[in-house]
């Protein structure tokens, strides 16, 4: 380095490096000057000047000198290792890869840049590369563990675990007997025990389990040992071992749920369905029952009981074990249980139960058969119970008179108003259930849970502004709701953006989402740091854990959302592009043609101006945002209402990008093919159209709106011109190939497939939805028989073994409201909107929506006071709120 | 009652956090809505002012003011002790008051006082447990209540041979 400099000046450059390494720039930037003032085309000073002032927040400038500074060098693997470094520092793995492997040309043992290419080849999964990378590193220092232990890594993620164990074990072969010394006892434990767990991946479970034994004392971790052990019996089918391991790891700790699995399964007592023969169940009974002598704390052990037994033998064990929470005062006790709500019939026997426990505490005060006073609170706990039961059930009014009473029994107890706040949020009143939110967050000021779950009801009834100013009490001082966005907090971007949305505010709405795809992209880059990390402190099992998990990232389900709603945003500005001013749009409607097309190229050419310079400025202001450099420099948001996501020149390929990581990473999903059909057949991509299609069918041939798109595609198919070109000949051939794989379509025309699809589905509203708006599509002159078809839809009650206590309808508010948009917007037919309106307010008395007789905007003033309203009044009293929150 | 259960009964200060628990339990156990000077003087006086926890649930409270005389002599008034009606019986409203005379005797505070309404015998006779007793009667007293006259409810407390 620095070598073509006379000595004073090679003096000056170790500085430059030095105070890099250091983070003193200021001194680097002098000495860098000082060498420049002699040698002004000095190649890696310039480079290294270049990166300095990267790290000094600028940007521009440094990629200035170190594009020169490599021009003036070119042979130089300090210059392409310092350009690999700036593009690093901006994420831009791939340039860097490149710069890297030109500096190893010129220097092909330089052992810092090889360690800091592999690292990159782990980040990208350029798993080839990383193995060659690793190989070079061990060839050249095998007596440092890491490199042993990297290598072996490489060969994992490439797939051949058997290599990474040889290399292991090759890696041990080096080590002296008495190894580890006490200071390294923990790491060489995690190496033995993720060794082991390779043989286990590669399916040498004998050997994997001999060599765990023969390791046992020098594996520090004793329940990870444990763990694997038993893992290790069960798949060789050593099930006596097996249970004597699984009954020391259960007196470990009785509460962790897979232990008792892995027991049932050792006892051949388990089921993957959670269905047993009466038989099964007697001893599964019986089993619990001895471990719940044993395991007197444990609660899993009283509660697991309650997923297997049926009919009396559940009553009673779910009475014995609701009764205590009871009287304990356990809020979560309905969460807990609300999975019993799926098993047929166990829902009416825990109705009754809880009825029969309330009956007795109202007249007695103690449970039935007891003499014994319960806790006055046990009365209030239980109708919190049957509030959340009844909710459950969607018996909203009989849940609302729970919830009252309770509250009238304990009106301190905020659990209720949450719990009063969701039911109406279930009922269809979006403004009460945020009210009431509201009021319990007030009862504790410092809660950030209650404080949360008012923000988020407040958005759901499209409160945005009043939710902003309930959700920064919790964010720091000073800081605006930016800050949620610094603090990756997703369900709040994507409940406001999915509100923007409800609200046509698509520019705000796309802001909120595209937030949220951001997280993820930084959850990516986050593992950066620990290729390194993880190597050398050895936690590699946690590191291989780390890495697949960041490979099915974007399978996450708020990313589904966040991707989903961004496209979504996108077909709406496809089907509805903002129009830039009224004013403007009426002058063009007035000119001739010629005209507007000039007017609208001068137009284009404006817009591509103001474009560029808000790029520069954008880039002036991005200069803070430098990851690497100083993090606390704030920036302001060039756009904070998202106005210039709207600017889009073609909204369909922007949607695009994200519809590819959707069908990526979630191709089982029905949202992500009806959302690429929508796409693409907007995009007139016939076969991609087609394609997605074939994916909705063959995932769910009898969603409605997989109906939809059969239909709607091969209508629009049938109206095509006749092909001229040879790819629109291409295309009508594999159309024509393709139809008859699509058995719905077998000899029947359109029509006939849509009257087929209703006789299959005539019982249910959604799917009569869809028959009606197709037959609307394929016929509009039968209009009048559509609309009458979707109002000939009828609410039954389910004739299931729930129906015994109170009715629950068929009909969901969510789908009723879907309908009566399809009535607006599809069929803008406003008498039967108005119609259908009216029926569903009567059907959903408490919804906002259908401005049922019990919702909030409906009823009085004094009632809409008395629920906070949404008024000035409420924003001031948030205010004051606001400053005792601060204190 | 919920007699041989690990019941526990616990106080708690009152902050401007949880305000809003005190303001709950007002606004049913009392028929007069109290105003911010109320408030003010219970966050004031401190450990006077507290909530009574049952179970981890707030079913009681006593507020406090501090009232200097002119002789410089500091006595508390005691504005509001309730408890919500399906947890009286079990001692709470006992623990609060004690609460207060203890603090009392321990700031060498002599005189503690309150008012109640006339004909609200039931308090009259669970203040004089306590050696509490009728000083004074004031005629109209209350507004929109009626019978609308109060007692004046007071205990001495005997100052400690520490006061010098």
Same mark, same amino acid.
């Given at each position: 380095?620095?070598?073509?400099?006379?000595?004073?000046?090679?003096?000056?450059?170790?500085?430059?490096?030095?105070?890099?390494?250091?983070?003193?720039?200021?001194?680097?930037?002098?000495?860098?000057?000082?060498?420049?003032?002699?040698?002004?085309?000095?190649?890696?000073?310039?480079?290294?000047?270049?990166?300095?002032?990267?790290?000094?927040?600028?940007?521009?400038?440094?990629?200035?000198?170190?594009?020169?500074?490599?021009?003036?060098?070119?042979?130089?693997?300090?210059?392409?290792?310092?350009?690999?470094?700036?593009?690093?520092?901006?994420?831009?793995?791939?340039?860097?890869?490149?710069?890297?492997?030109?500096?190893?040309?010129?220097?092909?043992?330089?052992?810092?840049?090889?360690?800091?290419?592999?690292?990159?080849?782990? !980040?990208?999964?350029?798993?080839?590369?990383? %193995?060659?990378?690793?190989? !070079?590193?061990?060839?050249?220092?095998?007596?440092?563990?890491?490199?042993?232990?990297?290598?072996?890594?490489?060969?994992? #993620?490439?797939?051949?675990?058997?290599?990474?164990?040889?290399?292991?074990?090759?890696?041990?072969?080096?080590?002296?007997? =008495?190894?580890?010394?006490?200071?390294?006892?923990?790491?060489?434990?995690?190496?033995?025990?993720?060794?082991?767990?390779?043989?286990?991946?590669?399916?040498?479970?004998?050997?994997?389990?001999?060599?765990?034994?023969?390791?046992?004392?020098?594996?520090?971790?004793?329940?990870?040992?444990?763990?694997?052990?038993?893992?290790?019996?069960?798949?060789?089918?050593?099930?006596?071992?097996?249970?004597?391991?699984?009954?020391?790891?259960?007196?470990?700790?009785?509460?962790?749920?897979?232990?008792?699995?892995?027991?049932?399964?050792? %006892?051949?007592?388990?089921?993957?369905?959670?269905?047993?023969?009466?038989?099964?169940?007697?001893?599964?009974?019986? #089993?619990?029952?001895? #471990?719940?002598?044993?395991?007197?704390?444990?609660?899993?052990? &009283?509660?697991?009981?309650?997923?297997?037994?049926?009919?009396?033998?559940?009553?009673? @064990?779910?009475?014995?074990?609701?009764?205590?929470?009871?009287?304990?005062?356990?809020?979560?006790?309905?969460?807990?249980?609300?999975?019993?709500?799926?098993?047929?019939?166990?829902?009416?026997?825990?109705?009754?139960?809880?009825?029969?426990?309330?009956?007795?505490?109202?007249?007695?005060?103690?449970?039935?058969? &007891?003499?014994?006073?319960?806790?006055?609170?046990?009365?209030?706990?239980?109708?919190?119970?049957? @509030?959340?039961?009844?909710?459950?059930?969607?018996?909203?009014?009989?849940?609302?008179?729970?919830?009252?009473?309770?509250?009238?029994?304990?009106?301190?107890?905020?659990?209720?108003?949450?719990?009063?706040?969701?039911?109406?949020?279930?009922?269809?009143?979006?403004?009460?259930?945020?009210?009431?939110? =509201?009021?319990?967050?007030?009862?504790?000021?410092?809660?950030?849970?209650?404080?949360?779950?008012?923000?988020?009801?407040?958005?759901?009834?499209? !409160?945005?502004?009043?939710?902003?100013?309930?959700?920064?009490?919790?964010?720091?001082?000073?800081?605006?709701?930016?800050?949620?966005?610094?603090?990756?907090?997703?369900?709040?971007?994507? @409940?406001?953006?999915?509100?923007?949305?409800?609200?046509?505010?698509?520019?705000?709405?796309?802001?909120?989402?595209?937030?949220?795809?951001?997280?993820?992209?930084?959850?990516?880059?986050?593992?950066?740091?620990?290729?390194?990390?993880?190597?050398?402190?050895?936690?590699?099992?946690?590191?291989?854990?780390?890495?697949?998990?960041?490979?099915?990232?974007?399978?996450?389900?708020?990313?589904?959302?966040?991707?989903?709603?961004?496209?979504?945003?996108?077909?709406?500005?496809?089907?509805?592009?903002?129009?830039?001013?009224?004013?403007?749009?009426?002058?063009?409607?007035?000119?001739?043609?010629?005209?507007?097309?000039?007017?609208?190229?001068?137009?284009? &050419?404006?817009?591509?101006?103001?474009?560029?310079?808000?790029?520069?400025?954008?880039?002036?202001?991005?200069?803070?945002?430098?990851?690497?450099?100083?993090?606390?420099?704030?920036?302001?948001?060039?756009?904070?209402?998202?106005?210039?996501?709207?600017?889009?020149?073609?909204?369909?390929?922007?949607?695009?990008?994200?519809?590819?990581?959707?069908?990526?990473?979630?191709?089982?999903?029905?949202?992500?093919?009806?959302?690429?059909?929508?796409?693409?057949?907007?995009?007139?991509?016939?076969?991609?159209?087609?394609?997605?299609?074939?994916?909705?069918?063959?995932?769910?041939?009898?969603?409605?709106?997989?109906?939809?798109?059969?239909?709607?595609?091969?209508?629009?198919?049938?109206?095509?011109?006749?092909?001229?070109?040879?790819?629109?000949?291409?295309?009508?051939?594999?159309?024509?190939?393709?139809?008859?794989?699509?058995?719905?379509?077998?000899?029947?025309?359109?029509?006939?497939?849509?009257?087929?699809?209703?006789?299959?589905?005539?019982? +249910?509203?959604?799917?009569?939805?869809?028959?009606?708006?197709?037959?609307?599509?394929?016929?509009?002159?039968?209009?009048?028989?559509?609309?009458?078809?979707?109002?000939?839809?009828?609410?039954? +009650?389910?004739?299931?073994?729930?129906?015994?206590?109170?009715?629950?309808?068929?009909?969901?508010?969510?789908?009723?409201?879907?309908?009566?948009?399809?009535?607006?917007?599809?069929?803008?037919?406003?008498?039967?909107?108005?119609?259908?309106?009216?029926?569903?307010?009567?059907?959903?008395?408490?919804?906002?929506?259908?401005?049922?007789?019990?919702?909030?905007?409906?009823?009085?003033?004094?009632?809409?006071?008395?629920?906070?309203?949404?008024?000035?009044?409420?924003?001031?009293?948030?205010?004051?709120?606001?400053?005792?929150?601060?204190? | 009652?919920?007699?041989?259960?690990?019941?526990?009964?616990?106080?708690?200060?009152?902050?401007?956090?949880?305000?809003?628990?005190?303001?709950?339990?007002?606004?049913?156990?009392?028929?007069?809505?109290?105003?911010?000077?109320?408030?003010?003087?219970?966050?004031?006086?401190?450990?006077?002012?507290?909530?009574?926890?049952?179970?981890?649930?707030?079913?009681?409270?006593?507020?406090?003011?501090?009232?200097?005389?002119?002789?410089?002599?500091?006595?508390? $008034?005691?504005?509001?002790?309730?408890?919500?009606?399906?947890?009286?019986?079990?001692?709470?409203?006992?623990?609060?008051?004690?609460?207060?005379?203890?603090?009392?005797?321990?700031?060498?505070?002599?005189?503690? $006082?309150?008012?109640?309404?006339?004909?609200?015998?039931?308090?009259?006779?669970?203040?004089?447990?306590?050696?509490?007793?009728?000083?004074?009667?004031?005629?109209? $007293?209350?507004?929109?209540?009626?019978?609308?006259?109060?007692?004046?409810?007071?205990?001495?407390?005997?100052?400690?041979?520490?006061?010098?």
């Amino acid at each position: 380095m620095g070598a073509s400099l006379p000595p004073k000046e090679a003096n000056l450059f170790k500085l430059i490096v030095k105070s890099y390494e250091t983070k003193q720039y200021k001194k680097g930037i002098k000495a860098a000057d000082a060498i420049l003032k002699k040698f002004p085309d000095h190649g890696e000073t310039l480079s290294m000047k270049g990166l300095t002032l990267n790290c000094m927040d600028r940007k521009p400038e440094a990629y200035e000198l170190v594009r020169l500074g490599l021009k003036n060098d070119l042979k130089s693997h300090v210059c392409w290792h310092v350009y690999g470094l700036l593009y690093r520092s901006d994420r831009e793995y791939r340039e860097a890869i490149k710069c890297y492997r030109n500096a190893l040309r010129i220097d092909p043992d330089n052992i810092e840049i090889l360690r800091d290419l592999s690292l990159l080849q782990a !980040q990208m999964r350029d798993l080839a590369g990383f %193995v060659e990378t690793r190989q !070079q590193l061990l060839t050249l220092k095998p007596n440092h563990r890491m490199n042993w232990i990297g290598f072996a890594v490489s060969h994992h #993620l490439n797939s051949n675990a058997s290599k990474a164990i040889d290399i292991l074990e090759a890696y041990e072969g080096t080590l002296e007997d =008495d190894y580890p010394p006490e200071n390294e006892r923990c790491e060489h434990g995690e190496m033995l025990l993720y060794k082991i767990s390779l043989l286990e991946e590669c399916g040498l479970l004998e050997k994997a389990l001999k060599e765990l034994r023969k390791k046992e004392l020098k594996i520090v971790d004793r329940l990870s040992y444990k763990e694997e052990e038993v893992s290790l019996l069960v798949k060789l089918n050593s099930f006596e071992e097996g249970e004597k391991l699984y009954r020391v790891l259960l007196t470990m700790n009785p509460d962790n749920y897979k232990y008792y699995e892995g027991l049932q399964k050792c %006892v051949g007592l388990h089921s993957k369905t959670g269905e047993y023969s009466s038989d099964e169940i007697d001893k599964l009974d019986a #089993l619990y029952k001895s #471990l719940g002598e044993q395991y007197t704390w444990s609660s899993a052990v &009283k509660r697991i009981p309650l997923d297997f037994l049926v009919a009396e033998k559940f009553r009673d @064990a779910a009475d014995s074990y609701i009764r205590p929470l009871l009287t304990k005062g356990v809020p979560s006790l309905f969460s807990d249980l609300s999975p019993l709500y799926d098993h047929p019939g166990k829902a009416n026997i825990l109705e009754k139960l809880v009825l029969g426990l309330e009956e007795s505490l109202k007249k007695t005060g103690g449970y039935p058969g &007891k003499s014994e006073k319960e806790p006055p609170s046990t009365l209030m706990w239980t109708l919190f119970y049957l @509030a959340q039961h009844y909710d459950r059930r969607g018996q909203y009014d009989v849940a609302l008179a729970k919830i009252e009473e309770a509250m009238q029994h304990t009106p301190t107890v905020i659990d209720l108003y949450s719990v009063k706040s969701k039911i109406l949020k279930h009922a269809g009143d979006f403004a009460a259930a945020a009210a009431l939110a =509201d009021e319990a967050r007030c009862m504790d000021l410092a809660d950030r849970y209650v404080n949360s779950q008012c923000v988020k009801r407040m958005l759901q009834a499209d !409160q945005v502004s009043l939710a902003e100013k309930t959700a920064v009490l919790f964010t720091k001082d000073g800081d605006q709701h930016n800050n949620l966005h610094d603090m990756q907090c997703m369900w709040y971007e994507l @409940a406001s953006g999915e509100s923007y949305l409800r609200q046509n505010e698509v520019g705000r709405a796309l802001k909120k989402f595209l937030g949220v795809e951001k997280h993820y992209a930084d959850i990516t880059e986050d593992q950066f740091d620990f290729h390194s990390y993880c190597l050398r402190k050895m936690t590699l099992r946690a590191y291989i854990e780390m890495l697949r998990f960041q490979d099915r990232l974007h399978a996450h389900a708020y990313f589904r959302k966040a991707a989903a709603g961004a496209i979504r945003c996108y077909i709406k500005l496809y089907d509805s592009p903002p129009t830039s001013s009224t004013e403007e749009d009426d002058e063009l409607a007035k000119m001739p043609a010629s005209q507007k097309k000039k007017m609208r190229q001068k137009q284009r &050419k404006a817009e591509a101006r103001a474009k560029k310079e808000a790029e520069v400025k954008n880039e002036e202001a991005n200069v803070g945002v430098s990851k690497y450099g100083k993090r606390n420099v704030k920036t302001v948001d060039p756009d904070p209402n998202g106005e210039k996501l709207l600017q889009v020149e073609d909204p369909l390929m922007e949607g695009g990008k994200y519809l590819k990581l959707l069908q990526k990473h979630s191709p089982d999903h029905l949202e992500t093919h009806l959302l690429s059909f929508e796409v693409n057949i907007r995009k007139q991509k016939i076969l991609l159209a087609l394609q997605a299609l074939k994916h909705l069918v063959q995932l769910d041939a009898e969603n409605p709106d997989t109906h939809r798109c059969l239909i709607r595609f091969f209508h629009k198919v049938a109206s095509r011109p006749v092909p001229t070109t040879d790819s629109e000949k291409l295309i009508s051939g594999v159309l024509e190939a393709e139809r008859p794989s699509f058995s719905q379509l077998h000899g029947k025309s359109l029509m006939e497939a849509n009257t087929v699809f209703l006789e299959q589905h005539k019982d +249910s509203l959604m799917h009569r939805a869809a028959v009606g708006e197709m037959m609307y599509c394929l016929e509009p002159n039968k209009k009048a028989e559509a609309i009458t078809l979707i109002q000939e839809s009828l609410n039954n +009650s389910p004739i299931s073994s729930n129906g015994s206590l109170g009715a629950v309808k068929e009909w969901k508010l969510k789908d009723c409201v879907a309908v009566h948009k399809i009535l607006v917007s599809t069929f803008d037919d406003r008498d039967a909107a108005l119609r259908w309106k009216k029926r569903c307010g009567e059907e959903f008395p408490y919804s906002t929506y259908f401005e049922g007789s019990l919702c909030s905007t409906q009823t009085n003033v004094s009632k809409a006071e008395e629920n906070g309203g949404i008024s000035n009044g409420k924003i001031e009293k948030l205010d004051a709120m606001k400053n005792l929150a601060i204190i | 009652m919920g007699a041989g259960r690990a019941v526990s009964i616990s106080l708690d200060g009152v902050r401007d956090k949880n305000l809003m628990q005190l303001k709950k339990l007002n606004s049913v156990l009392f028929p007069v809505r109290y105003n911010d000077k109320y408030y003010a003087d219970a966050l004031a006086s401190g450990e006077f002012t507290k909530l009574a926890y049952y179970n981890d649930i707030c079913v009681g409270s006593i507020a406090c003011r501090l009232e200097k005389k002119e002789t410089g002599v500091v006595r508390v $008034y005691i504005m509001t002790l309730g408890v919500l009606a399906p947890y009286r019986g079990l001692g709470i409203g006992t623990k609060l008051l004690n609460h207060v005379l203890e603090l009392s005797q321990k700031q060498n505070i002599g005189e503690i $006082y309150l008012h109640v309404q006339t004909n609200n015998e039931d308090a009259i006779s669970f203040y004089k447990k306590f050696g509490f007793e009728i000083t004074e009667t004031i005629k109209n $007293y209350y507004t929109n209540i009626t019978p609308p006259d109060c007692y004046v409810v007071t205990k001495y407390i005997p100052q400690s041979q520490s006061k010098k």
